[in-house]
């Protein structure tokens, strides 16, 4: 164990929001109080961006009942951002923050991007010779950081996703009286893991179940081979249910699907729209009625149907980034670990930030079956643990009652900083 | 009491699944089984089509297990059907089915559509001396049945998607850089029940609460209109979550959105894509980001999210159904009253069949806000309580383990029946 570093700690959370986020927010909370070299526990509204401003809030003052709630409240309760740190003077800016509120302790709650960030910061400080340890917290439905086994928020979004592949499965199954095609568009932008995970639906003596066709951005898409796919479900039953991740892609790379040009912050396209484009060519090549659904933004907020095991992992990353910093490492990631044998046990490691910025992981080329539309049973063994138990969460009136914070802010010591 | 009428039973399901339409068919079967009088309980295979074909299963031979599973299962267990019965000789036919498996309770779970079609069943037996009591069982979605307070279904789609609207507006708060529109395009034909509902998503002491603007079929939508209010709730919010019936209407009277120009068996518009289409708008008209999300087919069948109130009304119009018929009704459908007082009290009583078939409710006037994109208190007090309590589905391996009828076939002893 290193030196003993006494000050502050900062948590904040960056990228899109998760079912379980604030679950880590709530470990990082939980964990801090408990090692009394950190002093004062402040929360960074809106990532990067807030700590920019010198937004600061003061979470050891939030009510137990509301870091409770925190655990069970889908979003990011502090705020997120979207936005990169470009210029040298920004970071600079980030290390002056940290100094005049004398934050030792930076938990930064992302995906690869925001790994990168927190990466640059801490070798920015080392520089400059500022005492500081970083820690990451690994966070992302699309579950495409390397190194880790899986993300927090991965499974959660699967749970919701198979439960509503298996309701509307059954409503087509009713219904069933002609030629149906269903297709389900979710997210995952550059790799097909939350697509993938829907296969998880099927029940186990049902191999007919939906969903009957799974299409990844991992392989290229083919018209032709689609229309094939569909008739050959058809043929066997009534309707047909298809997934398709919102990122596939063509034979040349190209999106299949671009409805949007618009680009985010980092550069990425924004996309949307790859379920109806589907629909349509079904409905120019075959006598069918197709229809597709958009679950949207609701998908990585389902926390009323989330999964108790992603939840528990997610609380631990954050407890784990506390007591990782609080011994002394800096420039790390929380990673999950599957402990060897047949019983899933997960546990946590850490891996450099430098490993995980900007890297993606791509699902093994023999987790997909050779009809390139379903998962093999070594997918289904990997994922099927991590959407296990439900968590329950509290109701008022009839809906979900989650909580927000009281967000009390920490004084300005700064002037304002001019940015982008 | 009328006289004992001794024979057998055969309750069907018809129209759109719902997350509770199984509940009242558990309903039926476990009053059915309290009455011996009525011999054996079938149940038909896709409504009047299953009928028609003579195929009947034997529902007293499932197991006790999958009837209380049907209870918390969602879509119609039995098949639905939405064929519209047409010519008299289908109808003659299912008179004929009746005669020979001695059906003398018939019970239809549906809407408005079914009852007009039981109500025709029920007077062409009178009219040829077969004795028959048929009762209807109240279904759908849309709420929009007259003489019944509310419809089994509705208190379902409304408290999930209530669930899924506080989830999303948390995460586009959490987000909320930008300017946002969030549109969420929900069921509805004719009437603006379900997306009246999502009012429900607000917390009591947050106005600013999503959704921000409802907009229903019941009033003529203008274009100008929708760009200036969102944009006065842009003026006050980061973002802006609007919501939208499928069905929503011009000045005209014309569809909004006519994406498809299918129609259905009884004449209705199938329809869909007005989220997409106020996107466009929005996007045409002010410099915002707009995204539409279509819950699609998933939000009847999220029994994962629904009403135990509901759920228990469901179940509690089934054996309602029962036991008005073995007292000697016919041709009524079961109704659900609201007692007078303070406290919400649902009981159930009767009303004609032909007053149901093909009327429809609409929302009263004075239950929308004169700025016309929101609801009036009295709304806020008739549906408050159909959404209360939560369902706890079994699950297994970490999805819902919904039940499939083992659908044991009575054996046909008529000819095949031509049809179109």
């Given at each position: ?63 137990q009942q509301i ?142 179940d939906a969903p ?198 920490i004084r300005k ?8």
């Amino acid at each position: 164990m290193s030196e003993e570093l006494v000050g502050n700690c900062l948590v904040a959370q960056s990228g899109g929001p998760t079912a379980v986020i604030n679950a880590s927010v709530a470990g990082v909370v939980a964990e801090a109080l408990n090692n009394p070299c950190i002093e004062e526990v402040y929360g960074g509204i809106n990532g990067v961006l807030g700590i920019l401003k010198e937004e600061l809030i003061d979470l050891a003052e939030e009510s137990q009942q509301i870091i409770r709630g925190l655990r069970y409240t889908p979003a990011s309760a502090l705020g997120t951002c979207r936005f990169k740190l470009k210029r040298d003077l920004d970071y600079d800016r980030v290390l002056q923050v940290f100094e005049a509120h004398n934050i030792r302790y930076f938990f930064y709650c992302g995906g690869n991007d925001s790994q990168d960030t927190a990466d640059k910061i801490s070798k920015l400080a080392q520089s400059k010779g500022y005492e500081l340890r970083v820690i990451g917290v690994p966070k992302t439905i699309d579950n495409d950081l390397v190194t880790t086994d899986h993300c927090p928020g991965y499974g959660s979004v699967v749970k919701y996703l198979c439960t509503v592949i298996r309701e509307t499965a059954l409503d087509h199954e009713a219904m069933g009286q002609h030629d149906l095609v269903s297709i389900v568009e979710v997210m995952g932008r550059n790799a097909g893991w939350i697509a993938a995970g829907a296969t998880l639906a099927k029940g186990k003596d049902n191999p007919d179940d939906a969903p009957h066709l799974i299409y990844l951005p991992e392989l290229p898409f083919s018209k032709e081979k689609f229309v094939d796919d569909v008739q050959a479900v058809l043929k066997k039953n009534k309707y047909c249910m298809v997934v398709v991740g919102e990122g596939l892609l063509d034979k040349d790379g190209n999106y299949v699907a671009n409805s949007a040009t618009s680009k985010d912050a980092f550069g990425h396209q924004q996309l949307g729209g790859v379920g109806d484009f589907l629909a349509g060519v079904l409905e120019q090549n075959l006598a069918v009625k197709a229809r597709s659904s958009k679950l949207g933004t609701g998908q990585r907020a389902a926390t009323h149907c989330s999964s108790q095991t992603d939840n528990d992992e997610a609380f631990m990353a954050g407890k784990a980034a506390v007591r990782a910093a609080v011994e002394g490492e800096t420039d790390k990631m929380v990673i999950l670990v599957r402990a060897e044998g047949e019983n899933y046990v997960c546990e946590t490691s850490l891996a450099p930030l430098s490993e995980i910025a900007n890297g993606v992981k791509e699902i093994p080329e023999d987790w997909i079956s050779e009809d390139g539309t379903s998962m093999t049973a070594k997918f289904i063994k990997y994922c099927q643990p991590l959407i296990q138990g439900e968590v329950q969460v509290p109701y008022e009136n009839g809906v979900p009652a989650y909580v927000r914070l009281s967000k009390r802010r920490i004084r300005k010591v700064l002037d304002s900083h001019e940015f982008e």
